[in-house]
């Protein structure tokens, strides 16, 4: 594993095999979760059967990790859901994907508004998703027009396909089984916010 084994705290554990198990020491090991979440944690290690570490579910409570089990899936803190392996959600989230109609090229640090007509019901919940070189944000028009605006953040003119997928639509609280989707208004939106302002604001000052 390359990880220092701390040997002067042992701990003995019972559910494994038939006979009491005791570890041969602590170490702390690096998990990161979707790519980008990082979290340090301390686990005991030992020589079972083959295994040189043995890894609970309870860095999750500490990581501010939510498990649902009925959807079958896992919230980060900021709000990406996960579908969890070989779980199907109990439901049918009946989600309607919105996709680009039209192909789109944006320059660096310039944004462009796809008008979105609103056909739901009000309490379908809108999630949003992002590029690598490119965020969305909502704003509301007149009636229940909304707009996501694209903004390039790359450092090149960014060209989407006419199918590109940008959002859904879902009923009440249910969530996508899809990777990378996010509610607006949590951390994780404001921080797409964040990079929108701070791309137009630099290719203003250039």
């Known amino acids: 594993m390359g990880c220092y084994v701390e040997t002067s705290q042992s701990q003995d554990c019972v559910g494994i095999g038939d006979t009491v198990y005791s570890t041969a020491g602590r170490t702390r090991i690096k998990i990161t979760l979707a790519g980008y979440l990082v979290y340090l944690f301390g686990i005991w290690v030992g020589n079972l059967s083959g295994q040189e570490a043995i890894l609970g579910m309870d860095f999750m409570v500490p990581a501010g990790i939510r498990l649902d089990l009925a959807d079958g899936s896992l919230c980060l803190p900021d709000e990406v859901r996960i579908q969890l392996s070989g779980r199907r959600q109990l439901y049918n989230d009946k989600a309607r994907i919105i996709r680009l109609d039209q192909h ?18 009000d309490q379908d919940s809108l999630w949003v998703t992002r590029g690598n070189r490119w965020v969305p944000t909502v704003s509301r028009g007149p009636g229940k027009t909304l707009y ?8 090149k003119k960014l060209i ?16 996508p089984r899809l990777q990378g989707f996010v509610t607006v208004g949590p951390r994780r939106y ?7 302002l701070q791309a137009t604001t630099n290719a203003k000052v250039s």
């Not at 789109?104 to 019901?121: C, K």
Request: aromatic share 4%; charged share 25%; proline share 2%.
């Open 104 to 121: 789109l090229q944006i320059d660096v640090g310039d944004s462009m508004e796809v008008p979105m007509r609103r056909q739901t019901a």
């Open 160 to 175: 989407l396909q006419g199918d590109e997928r940008i959002a859904m639509w879902l009923a009440g609280e249910r969530v």
């Open 148 to 155: 996501l605006t694209i903004t390039n953040i790359g450092e």
């Open 190 to 196: 404001l921080e797409w916010q964040n990079l929108a």
